[in-house]
């Protein structure tokens, strides 16, 4: 089983829906982060958790929202979709112990049409 | 802020020539260097990375990097490249220290493709 797990891992919505992808870890980490890929732009940070009281925004948080329910649960929510929030969407973990190393889950497909 | 530049968007190579992916960094502190590499529809994996010490770090399929502070550079090699190497790879930085310390920035990518 992957220490990063993504649900859902394909998803098709429309315009104005509500969309939430979840994430949840086994590695024992304190920190979590989402990511959203983009082609040619890289990985781009949406929002970051130090702990379960600590949720900062990322360089591109405008429409997006999230809620760390648990040390090992990060979910990421559109609140209303839209086409350019089309993407491919990164949970990633990290902790001090791990040397700053940052793993990933292996990703979310959202369409919005 | 700290940035990360990948100078080359797409490098094509034949198997067994080597290859070079070229990737420049800015920061005003610290930092330490990763490289990932995506395989086609896969998610992120570390490749290497550099946190102190030696400046030239190796990964385990024959990968190597070099920190060079004076260029602010971390360019990857490989010697020989296999068909199995085709995968976009990304460079990315985190700071050792300030107020990004955790958070890593990532360039645009460097799709490798290897030809037969």
């Known amino acids: 089983d992957a220490d990063v797990t993504q649900t859902p891992r394909n998803r098709i919505t429309k315009t104005g829906k509500r969309i939430m992808l979840e994430c949840s870890q086994t590695?024992?980490?304190?920190?979590m982060y989402w990511y959203r890929q983009d082609p040619g732009l890289g990985l781009r940070l949406i929002y970051y958790?130090?702990?379960?009281?600590?949720?900062n925004k990322g360089e591109i948080s405008d429409g997006y929202s999230v809620s760390r329910q648990a040390q090992a649960k990060f979910s990421l929510s559109l609140e209303s979709a839209i086409p350019n929030q089309t993407a491919l969407y990164f949970c990633?973990?990290?902790?001090?112990?791990?040397?700053?190393?940052?793993?990933f889950g292996e990703g979310s497909w959202l369409t919005v049409v | 802020a700290q940035s990360v530049t990948q100078l080359d968007s797409q490098v094509p190579v034949f198997e067994e020539a080597p290859v070079e992916l070229r990737c420049n960094y800015s920061?005003?502190?610290?930092?330490?260097l990763f490289w990932y590499v995506q395989y086609p529809n896969q998610g992120l994996q570390l490749l290497l990375k550099?946190?102190?010490?030696?400046?030239l770090v190796e990964s385990i399929n024959g990968f190597e990097a070099e920190f060079n502070k004076s260029q602010t550079s971390f360019h990857l090699r490989k010697p020989s490249v296999h068909i199995s190497d085709t995968a976009e790879y990304f460079c990315?930085?985190?700071?050792?220290?300030?107020?990004?310390?955790?958070?890593?920035?990532f360039g645009q990518g460097t799709i490798l493709t290897v030809h037969p």
């Open positions: 990633a973990t990290s902790s001090a112990s791990s040397g700053n190393t940052i793993y």
């Open positions: 590695k024992g980490h304190d920190r």
């Open positions: 958790s130090f702990d379960v009281k600590d949720i």
């Open positions: 920061s005003s502190v610290s930092v330490y």
């Open positions: 550099y946190l102190s010490g030696s400046t």
């Open positions: 990315a930085v985190n700071n050792a220290g300030g107020t990004s310390y955790g958070k890593l920035t």
